[in-house]
């Protein structure tokens, strides 16, 4: 029988379980602003539902191109949304990683392979966030 | 004797857990879902961007396809309710008693929300576009 021990102090764990939560809200509050801010810029007339439900979960200008929108640099391309962009990516791919360690680790238990797991998942995460800038970038 | 939690997968599924166990295994089962399907999107996206590929684009063909968005919105709107009611019992456990109450709110809200998601997939899907 392998009992855990009650862990006071603030751990990785801890940490990341007041992550997911937080960053769960903060997903769906970041959606919320960039619904608000498409429909600012003019998204009523511009574009469809479904062109607007893209941009609210990740807000690209590539989700918008095929739209009504007359131009997508003025107002959807710029340096405002691409960091909004990276700040959703970076809740999300972290949130996300997150909760693979935990599924994992629920079927691999107490072993060897618990570093070596979240190593690869660490590295897996890392990469993500740098090809999304990449694509956020290049967009 | 305490608990043993050497439980095999099967086994472990035979836990008549209800509802509640429903959707944790879904919350699971989506997240993961979620993590495969949107970063398949995003590497997929990379490639066609830099290098013009063709598997990328076939990938990204499939998944913005709209029968494939059916499972993909599912997937989304599912574990965001989800999440949000779980978010919120957990910082603020004095709303456990509420639970309930929440799974209630939570599907009322979920229902609609997607319905009418699949409706418009669908029918846009119809008239072709």
């Given amino acids: 029988m392998h009992t ?6 603030t751990s990785f764990e801890y940490l990341m379980w007041i992550f997911t939560r937080i960053s769960g809200l ?8 960039g619904m608000s801010g498409a429909f600012l810029l003019g998204a009523r007339t511009q574009m469809d ?12 200008p590539n989700h ?3 739209s009504n929108i007359p131009d997508v640099a003025l107002g959807w391309a710029t340096a405002y949304w691409q960091i909004m962009q990276m700040v959703i990516f970076f809740f999300a791919a972290t949130h996300a990683f997150n909760g693979l360690r935990v599924i994992l680790e629920d079927f691999i238990g107490e072993s060897f392979l ?11 995460w890392l990469f993500s966030l740098i090809t999304a800038v990449f694509v956020i970038l290049a967009s | 004797m305490a608990l043993n939690r050497k439980v095999g997968f099967f086994r472990g599924l035979s836990y ?26 995003v590497i997929a996206s990379f490639f066609m961007q830099q290098t013009g590929s063709d598997i990328a684009t076939f990938i990204n063909t499939i998944y913005e396809s709209w029968v494939f968005q059916i499972f993909v919105t599912f997937f989304v709107i599912f574990h965001a309710l989800n999440g949000l009611r779980i978010a919120i019992l957990d ?3 004095r709303l456990l008693s509420y639970q309930r109450e929440a799974l209630w709110l939570q599907w009322f809200i ?20």
Avoid: D, E, K
């Fill in chain 2, 91 to 93: 910082l603020w456990p």
């Fill in chain 1, 4 to 9: 855990r021990s009650v862990q006071p102090s």
């Fill in chain 1, 26 to 33: 903060a997903m769906i509050l970041l959606a919320v602003i």
């Fill in chain 1, 114 to 124: 618990r570093p070596l797991l979240r190593g690869l998942i660490f590295l897996l």
């Fill in chain 2, 16 to 41: 008549r857990g209800g509802g509640p166990m429903l959707s944790w295994m879904l919350h699971r089962i989506t997240g993961v879902g979620i993590l495969v399907f949107v970063g398949l999107h």
């Fill in chain 2, 110 to 129: 979920f229902v609609p929300v997607y319905g009418l998601t699949v409706f418009l997939l669908v029918q846009r899907s119809l008239v072709g576009g």
């Fill in chain 1, 64 to 66: 918008v191109v095929n």
């Fill in chain 1, 49 to 60: 539902l479904p062109t607007l439900m893209r941009w609210t979960f990740f807000p690209n």
